[in-house]
T-cell receptor
Framework: NAGVMQNPRHLVRRRGQEARLRCSPMKGHSHVYWYRQLPEEGLKFMVYLQKENIIDESGMPKERFSAEFPKEGPSILRIQQVVRGDSAAYFC??????????????FGPGTRLTVL | GQQLNQSPQSMFIQEGEDVSMNCTSSSIFNTWLWYKQDPGEGPVLLIALYKAGELTSNGRLTAQFGITRKDSFLNISASIPSDVGIYFCAGWLGQGAQKLVFGQGTRLTINP
């Protein structure tokens, strides 16, 4: 049973370019969460999605950031016109559909974005 | 926003020693999760706690959900070199909460 998959693992962009981060949840999981982690800090929630729906985007910056989880394919976190402050590790997590264990989130290996 | 205060921020111990770390908050949480993160990797779930007062073990790890629902601790017994890493507590706020709140992490270093 494959875990949460993220790609790319490392991404380098120049200021002003676009970054696309992909996440495939664990098999059977329909809830996807994105987090950002700066060096020496904990993870900060960005957005929570279910298939084709954004449930909570209260942690997303108002501009340049967007996320989707289409009916088919991985979840995408998109950052337009990247700036140096966007450099961070971005983690995706997934959780099961229902039940008590739905509160357990399983994380992918992360994408480390570096903006030059 | 909601915050979890995790302590200590770092620990330097000898191999074989026991380790204890905790998380506190001014808010009530209805679930506590403990994760370990190795360098360059994502957090790995260690223990999940769902009820106030619950005490759960996973091998040499033991975690408890505080009675007040505002705190949790994690103990590691007889530490070994592979225990090195950063440990994070995370919690779900009350009913209807849609996201995990993470502590700042405890960095564990083990001297052989």
């Amino acid at each position: 049973n494959a875990g949460v998959m993220q790609n790319p693992r490392h991404l380098v962009r120049r200021r002003g370019q676009e970054a696309r981060l992909r996440c495939s949840p664990m098999k059977g999981h329909s809830h996807v969460y994105w987090y950002r982690q700066l060096p020496e800090e904990g993870l900060k929630f960005m957005v929570y999605l279910q298939k084709e729906n954004i449930i909570d985007e209260s942690g997303m910056p108002k501009e340049r950031f967007s996320a989707e989880f289409p009916k088919e394919g991985p979840s995408i976190l998109r950052i337009q016109q990247v700036v140096r402050g966007d450099s961070a590790a971005y983690f995706c997590a997934s959780s099961p559909r229902t039940g008590g264990s739905s509160r357990e989130q399983f994380f992918g290996p992360g994408t480390r974005l570096t903006v030059l | 926003g909601q915050q979890l205060n995790q302590s200590p921020q770092s620990m330097f111990i000898q191999e074989g020693e026991d380790v204890s770390m905790n998380c506190t908050s001014s808010s009530i949480f209805n679930t506590w999760l403990w994760y370990k993160q190795d360098p360059g990797e994502g957090p790995v779930l260690l223990i999940a706690l769902y009820k106030a007062g619950e005490l759960t073990s996973n091998g040499r790890l033991t975690a408890q959900f505080g009675i007040t629902r505002k705190d949790s601790f994690l103990n590691i017994s007889a530490s070994i070199p592979s225990d090195v890493g950063i440990y994070f507590c995370a919690g779900w706020l009350g009913q209807g909460a849609q996201k995990l709140v993470f502590g700042q992490g405890t960095r564990l270093t083990i001297n052989p």
